[in-house]
């Protein structure tokens, strides 16, 4: 090992043990609010508030998680937005209800992607397009010809985007797809369940009955195939410029303190790692936990914004 | 098929001391904060959920099952007692329990409330533990259409509680249906009437408007009377009765399908996902009331009334898991909170449940039963601290429980928002109530208008516009009969009233 080499590892080394060192000072003055953008329940509630648990075990900050609900995260994101960046609140969201909005009503909602600073994600949602294991067709070519030769089939789903990724097939297809709307995914598998819809669109839930055999998997909603199912295309693989992809994530309010920022992030990064947080987002999101950290997140809700554009055929 | 043995070995589980211990702890937390209005026994499930994880599954969902099925009996309490429910299923029970709380019999009145609860709780868990199965393809079978005349129907019963002024009961319930309206259109996402806040993107907060307009609107209403006066919550006098502190057997057993026929509407529309039990408690009611040969007792402490509401909301709470265990499908958000905790421990609710996880199945229905036992002990003597408190100088009672509801909205809608939201719906609710408009009325139309928009959304889209098709429907155009041979029946019961 040359010295230079040598003298490098120690800097860098010596900066690290500083930073690490300017992190465990750094600390929340009073609580630490965990907002989730979503009902007490849902997959996001209970992946918050056991990551608001184990930070809390972890660094010994007092770390409060509570819902905010409106819009899908809407309301939440724009009082973190308000308010001042003092690295006092984390606000807990998925991305996709928060970029359609700002494309679709850019004038209306209070803030945009620069009125954050991202911490990290959790997850990524398993989108994927099923039916029930009994339906004449068993991939989207099949679902088309069968839509087109019945004159149109009954498509469930329970978030904005997922109806506009069909439409992108439907524009291309004229399959005549009818969607029907629903609130939340339970509500839609039991529609799938029952016979009321041919398929529809699940976020991981549906892997229980895929075990069961009462799924089949048509498409992939998101932008690359999912581990459990690597047969199944994406959509986007089919040849449909489109997907979907909703990830958990976590951002402050812009202008916070770098080093508040960098605690807040090492902590919620610490805390994601930790095994009871992976078990339960297995358990809960049926997929495993992602991080992209801070940067990247950024950078994928700006990519999710241009991708957004696209659903809307803009 | 679960095999005997597992069955015994789940049964078996619930009954250990440790398990039973948290059932325990589950009701007594259940039933104190179903009793202190605006916390809730969902509050308290959202807030537990993490420390189940570090818990055995059976003795975590068993605690969470005990905090749920406490909550009901407490709920009663306020509602009875002070005739502040905390959630819009109360008010059902409220509509008569206050009255006969009043005629200085609240003792009675609570302890009503309790063995109805109880009783229709037991049995909605049997049915679980029996047919489930068969219950849940009929849950199935109930697509968007038949959803959309069952709502239907409901509303055709419950037209029944109008009461004496049609036009006035209309007004409430298009006003209730106005309020229902507000937040993002369940087909296309559009936000409607939220002028520019994103809180009301999801609608009013629910808890905040129950609580702002059945419990505040009534504390302020009590308060402007008191006009400065010191005088208890409740007007204790002793009738001097021993009677009047109990409920006989001959009481109970006089209530016996009233009951039955509380616990089987709760218990059917609990089966069925996002119905509720708001619902149920007042269909109930409703149908007990018609089918009365005294419906003009209803309303004054008639014991009916309590066991109508009390039997079929708690119903819905046991028949809430029929969609759930079989199908992984929550019927309620306490409902959705025991699917998180199952969840977290990696049992995956559905399909595949009772082959998997059979023994834990079958030690959360020994829990059910064993929590159903200990709502009944513990309420006996809950009740009666219940009692003490509310003697206490109502301008402490009051104050306390509005500090209370500020606290239990704020926590449960997120902040201040929902504690304006609050204010303004008990504003509207004493304007309301002063004037002679069903607050009920409206209450009921304002939580049941939302899913009848989504059905009625959804059905169109299935039927393609087309709405003959509905001929296709059978249980549907059943329901749809019934409504109508319903309405016929109220609106010649109301003529014959008017004659009289």
Known sequence: MTLRKTLAGLVAGLSMTLASGALADWAPKGPLKLQIGFAAGGSTDTMGRVIAKVMKEQTGWNVIAENKTGGGGLAMFTGISKMPARGTVIGMGVNMPILVNLNKRPEQVPFDLDSFDYLGTVARAQVALVARADAPFDDLAGMIDYSKANGGIAVSFDAAPQKLLMEVVNAK???????????????????????????????????????????????????????????????NDLGYDAYVDPYFYFATTAGTDPEAKAALADALAAAIESDEVQKVVRNVASTDPLNLGAEATKAMMVDGLQNVGVLFGQ | MVDFATMIAGFSDAFTLWNLGFVLFGVVVGQF?????????????????????????????????????????????????????GTPDAAATALDGYPLSKAGKPLKATKMALFSSVTGDTFSDIVLITVSAPLAIIA????????????????????????????????????????????????????????????????FPLAAVAIGMLAISEILRRLAQSQGRVRPAVDLKDTGHAADRRVSWAEYWACR???LRGASIGTL?????????????????????????????????????IA?????????????????????????????????????HGIQPGPLLFQDQGRLIYGLFGAMIMANLMNLLVGQVGLRFWIKVVAAPETMIFASALLLCIVG????????????????????????????????????????????????????????????????????????????????????????????
Request: charged letters at 10%; aromatic letters at 10%; hydrophobic letters at 50%.
């Open chain 2, 33 to 85: 904060v179903g009793a202190v209005p605006g916390i809730g026994p969902v509050m308290a499930m959202a807030i537990a959920i993490p420390f189940t994880f570090g818990m055995d599954p059976l003795a975590g969902i068993g605690f969470l099952v005990g905090v749920n099925k406490g909550g009901l009996v407490g709920g009663a309490v306020p509602a009875v007692l002070m005739n502040t429910p």
């Open chain 1, 173 to 235: 297809e004229a399959a005549d797809f009818r969607f029907v709307s629903t609130k939340g995914e339970a509500e839609g598998q039991k529609l799938i369940l029952g016979g009321q819809v041919m398929a529809g669109f699940s976020a991981g839930t549906h892997v229980k009955y895929l075990d069961s055999g009462d799924f089949k998997m048509i498409a992939v909603g998101n932008n690359s195939r999912h581990s459990y199912a690597p047969n199944t295309p994406t959509i």
């Open chain 2, 308 to 344: 109508a509401a009390e039997s079929a909301n708690s119903a819905v709470v046991g028949s809430n898991l029929i969609p759930l265990l079989t199908l992984g499908i929550p019927g309620s958000v306490g409902a959705a909170l025991i699917i998180s905790a199952f969840m977290i």
């Open chain 2, 409 to 500: 909205v704020s926590l449960a809608t997120g902040g201040l928002f929902g504690v304006a939201v609050m204010l303004g719906f008990a504003g509207l609710g004493y304007l309301m109530a002063s004037f002679g408009y069903s607050v009920v009325i409206f209450i009921i139309a304002f939580f049941l208008g939302p899913r009848f928009e989504s059905s009625l959304g959804q059905g169109l889209v299935l039927l393609n516009g087309d709405l003959t098709g509905v001929i296709y429907h059978p249980i549907a155009m059943i329901l749809l009969l019934c409504s109508a041979a319903s309405l016929v029946w109220f609106l010649r019961q109301n003529q014959h009233a008017h004659e009289d």
């Open chain 2, 140 to 203: 199935l079978k109930m697509g968007p259409i038949e959803i959309f005349a069952l709502m239907i129907f409901t509303f055709s019963v419950l037209s029944g509680l109008i009461g004496a002024s049609l036009i006035k009961g209309i007004i409430a319930a298009t006003l209730g249906l106005l309020c229902g309206t507000v937040g993002a259109d369940p087909e296309h996402y559009t936000p409607r009437l939220i002028f520019g806040q994103f809180e009301l993107y999801d609608g």
């Open chain 2, 257 to 259: 399908f009233t009951m």
């Open chain 2, 269 to 305: 529309l609990g089966a069925m996902p996002g119905i509720g039990s708001t619902a149920a408690a007042f269909m109930s009611y409703a149908a007990t009331k018609s089918a009365s040969d005294a419906p003009e007792s209803f309303g004054k402490g008639n014991l009916q009334g």
